[in-house]
């Protein structure tokens, strides 16, 4: 692995080099913390896996929804509802978002409009999760021979398949008790009868009918739903496997790797406490590998930190003041090495200024060359 060099600004902003390639990452990048950890690891491969997310994200097309600049789309038309919200949740938080996206597929294929607004507001609020294939979960409760309440011929048994023809469920959302096949949330269930068995289901978005006005929305109508489990927790996950698992939160680490990052691991509170921890070698002491690649035909050879230095500048509205760059990219004086820090990046901008990489019109305002 390729060594990592970098800088903070006072805003947070962590800028690294690392095998002659540079990264900018804001405070508010979804993976900010766990970059923090894969620099004081060094770990290269793992920086710029956490950095590059966003681009797999913003870049990931289906073949008939995809996701430009942080907006769904499906079939070129941009889709903004809550469960795009959860797509991007999904996105950020670091689950494949690819189910999120068989999700809406499958939604906007039931042939009801009504019963596809009135599952957004179901889920929005109930927070139901969906499964690796598209579909979600839900909770029934039945009784004790694990037949219905209603009729007591529908078997829901795990493993079986219960289903009536789409026409024979009632579509009016004001029809408090009426025809069809019953799920909810398990607030819906605890208080719809007592004893039997509380059930897991499984259902696909474009078999919803209805969600009944009478009990705020905790329950809904289905003309079809598969049983994959008997009630033993909340299903608190956000996305869980065809048979009702929770589902592993992919990482650029792996599981078994010591390098993983655990939630138990001491975290910086402060940006100040990320420095690097080569900032107190000498630049003579450097070796040849440290240093990367001039910038440019003709241009000099820089040190790490001019090379940070000069990331950073690049970055920044032109022409800008010397004193709002070192403002940016130096130290608080009571973070760790913050006085070597700061001289070095001093001596840094000099040397830019030098080496002609950074002009200087005199009263103190810099441009990139």
Request: with cysteine; aromatic share 8%.
């Amino acid at each position: 692995m390729a060594k990592i060099s970098f800088i903070v600004t006072n805003q947070g902003t962590i800028n690294a080099v690392t095998d002659n390639k540079s990264y900018t990452i804001p405070r508010d990048h979804q993976n900010y913390d766990k970059i923090k950890e894969a620099i004081k690891a060094q770990d290269s491969d793992a920086l710029a896996a956490l950095v590059n997310v966003a681009k797999k994200v913003e870049n990931f097309t289906g073949n008939v929804v995809e996701v430009k600049d942080g907006v769904v789309h499906y079939k070129g038309a941009a889709i903004h509802n809550a469960v795009t919200d959860r797509i991007l949740g999904l996105m950020r938080e670091g689950f494949p978002f690819e189910p999120a996206l068989k999700f809406l597929e499958k939604l906007l294929e039931n042939p009801s409009r009504r019963a596809v607004n009135e599952l957004y507001n179901f889920l929005e609020h109930r927070a139901l999760p969906i499964t690796e294939d598209g579909d979600f979960l839900a909770y029934k409760r039945v009784k004790e021979d694990w037949k219905d309440y209603h009729s007591g011929t529908f078997d829901n048994s795990v493993g079986k398949v219960c289903e009536v023809p789409r026409n024979m469920v009632d579509d009016d959302f004001r029809n408090d008790c009426s025809y069809g096949l019953h799920a909810g949330s398990i607030e819906y269930v605890r208080g719809f009868n007592s004893g039997g068995h509380i059930v897991i289901v499984k259902i696909n978005p474009k078999d919803a009918v209805s969600v009944p006005s009478d009990a705020n929305c905790t329950k809904l109508r289905t003309c079809r739903y598969e049983v994959i489990g008997e009630y033993t927790g909340d299903l608190t996950a956000p996305l869980y496997t065809n048979t009702g698992e929770p589902a592993a939160r992919p990482s650029p680490f792996d599981a078994t790797d010591s390098r993983a990052v655990s939630d138990d691991d001491d975290e910086y509170d402060d940006e100040e406490e990320l420095y690097d921890e080569d900032e107190d070698e000498d630049e003579d002491d450097l070796d040849d590998e440290d240093v990367p690649p001039s910038q440019g035909t003709g241009k000099a050879d820089l040190s790490m930190t001019e090379h940070l230095v000069l990331a950073h500048a690049k970055r920044m509205p032109q022409p800008f003041s010397e004193g709002t760059l070192l403002a940016e990219v130096e130290m608080p004086p009571s973070a760790p090495g913050a006085i070597q820090h700061n001289h070095e990046v001093t001596l840094a901008l000099a040397g830019l200024k030098e080496k002609g990489l950074l002009d200087d019109d005199g009263s103190g305002n810099l441009k990139v060359r």
